[in-house]
């Protein structure tokens, strides 16, 4: 039995109209998410912290800061699941600067491109780190 063709995964060349329009929307869902400065985050740097249902609606809710796998996931979720708001209560600028080069790896290319071109001293972390 012949095998079927393999398609290759999309590009910006050859992405249909809809399909580029919809990536734009998801990118631009997160950018407007992004404070305007890292120095407004003053989450909390250490404790067991609490996530609202709306950002921890599919996992933990609770989260221990001196546990490194649970401050990492913390953060990988707020990137992706908190909202405008979200962000200053619970990130903090030092704790996000200092856990980015690994944390980049553990969120989607979409919130890891957003956060880098708006924060180059995250995209600098990153560079320093490797």
């Not at 929307?25 to 998410?33: A, D, G, H, T």
Request: glycine content about 6%; proline content about 9%.
């Amino acid at each position: 039995m012949p095998s079927s063709p393999q398609s290759a995964a999309p590009t910006p060349s050859n992405l249909s109209g809809a399909v580029a329009e919809d990536l734009a929307l998801y990118r631009e869902k997160f950018r407007l998410r992004l404070p305007e400065s890292l120095d407004e985050l003053h989450g909390p740097p250490q404790g067991v912290v609490e996530l609202p249902l709306h950002m921890a609606w599919s996992g933990m809710t609770s989260y221990d800061m001196s546990k490194p796998r649970q401050r990492m996931g913390l953060y990988r979720t707020v990137l992706h699941e908190g909202l405008r708001d979200d962000l200053p209560r619970y990130l903090n600028q030092d704790l996000l600067l200092q856990l980015w080069p690994v944390l980049r790896t553990l969120v989607g290319r979409t919130v890891r491109a957003v956060w880098e071109d708006a924060f180059p001293q995250l995209a600098s972390r990153h560079r320093a780190a490797a």
